[in-house]
């Protein structure tokens, strides 16, 4: 969170209250954006990895 604030006042140039306030402000349409740029995409690959998982050996034993 520390490094989120520096880069946030970093790049606005700044105080670290403001980059405070402008981060709680931007925060909602942020999140959303994260969702639909990283997540969304990753779902089929999320998907492959665990169907193949799901027939995947079994190790027999202890670990």
Known sequence: ME???ET???ALG???EMAILILIITAPI???LF???VLIP???F???IFILNLFAPKKEGGN
Do not use: K, Y
Request: with cysteine.
């Open 8 to 10: 946030a006042q970093d």
């Open 30 to 32: 942020l999140l959303p």
């Open 14 to 16: 700044c105080s670290r």
């Open 42 to 44: 990753s779902i089929p």
């Open 35 to 37: 969702v639909i740029v």
């Open 46 to 48: 999320l998907l492959a």
């Open 3 to 5: 490094g989120l604030i």
